[in-house]
């Protein structure tokens, strides 16, 4: 659960460094990446803007006497809702030159103590328990022009770049749960007798550990060539979601063959395997869903 929490915070510091200006980097960098503190949050996906937010509602109306947009509309699933101090904020441009309706979408540096910004509830959800996950919404939320991070119709595809980016880091994820499974599997086959012997020297066994095994690396390769083209500076998108594709379907097998060798003791709270399982299956769904995935995967087969 700290892992999201970390990603969700970079995700925040990443477009600050990216598309920032000097002084918006200078205010909010220097503390954000040293201490942690404000923790970042990524406002995006809204109840009716999922894998396409190029449907968000959410709205940055601009008022030139006051020189500040007023933010409204709702963001959902954020990350860090309840702990965040700063938000980057998804919105489209309302004003003379914009209209709504068409692709002005924009990002703005939302302070979470400003007035307008509201806090829902915490949602209860299958795994990641200790990762708060709410809703916001922003109500005449008033934020000064200096604090937009792009220009209107260009916060998009900043979007897209931040995501691609954070999918490596799930991706990195979804590897560690499956790792922590297998070695949880492989202790427990070690240590449970049947049959007057270990279940370790069960050829059934031994088999389920060896597709384990061998799912883990295979993950974790792609997940090293995705991070390879990005520090190399090469288009990696593709990698990136491929890595994540791959790395999240390793960790929902290889979490449920770990419960499968624990048998009726992986089906209780007793043993790790089960929150593993719990945490796994977020991993094909969020920084975009395993669909999402592969149809940029395909784009890239037929280089498009």
Request: hydrophobic share 35%; proline share 4%; aromatic share 6%.
């Amino acid at each position: 659960a700290v892992a999201p929490a970390l990603s969700v915070h970079c995700l925040a510091t990443s477009c600050i460094a990216e598309f920032g200006s000097e002084t918006q980097r200078e205010t909010w960098l220097p503390e954000m990446a040293e201490t942690g503190r404000p923790v970042g949050m990524f406002c995006l996906s809204e109840p009716h803007a999922g894998s396409n937010p190029a449907e968000m509602s959410t709205t940055a109306t601009y008022d030139p006497e006051t020189d500040e947009y007023a933010l409204n509309g709702e963001k959902q699933w954020i990350t860090n809702g309840k702990r965040g101090g700063v938000a980057v904020v998804f919105a489209k441009v309302d004003d003379e030159a914009h209209d709504p309706d068409d692709d002005a979408i924009t990002q703005f540096l939302v302070p979470a103590d400003t007035e307008g910004f509201e806090v829902g509830k915490k949602e209860e959800k299958l795994g990641l328990r200790a990762s708060d996950t709410t809703g916001i919404t922003f109500d005449d939320c008033r934020v000064p022009a200096a604090n937009r991070l792009t220009e209107p119709g260009k916060g998009l595809s900043a979007a897209f770049r931040t995501l691609t980016e954070g999918r490596i880091g799930i991706a990195a994820q979804a590897v560690g749960v499956a790792q922590a499974a297998l070695d949880e599997a492989k202790s427990y086959a070690e240590e449970r007798e049947q049959f007057d012997r270990p279940i370790s020297d069960i050829q059934t066994i031994r088999h389920k550990l060896a597709e384990m095994s061998t799912d883990v690396s295979a993950a974790r390769l792609l997940v090293r060539e995705a991070c390879r083209q990005a520090e190399a500076g090469e288009d990696y998108r593709v990698a990136a979601s491929k890595a994540k594709y791959r790395a999240s379907e390793a960790a929902m097998s290889v979490t449920n063959e770990a419960i499968q060798i624990h048998g009726g003791y992986g089906y209780t709270t007793e043993f790790d395997v089960e929150r593993l399982y719990r945490d796994a299956k977020i991993t094909e769904i969020y920084e975009g869903t395993t669909e999402v995935q592969k149809t940029i995967i395909a784009r890239g087969v037929f280089g498009e």
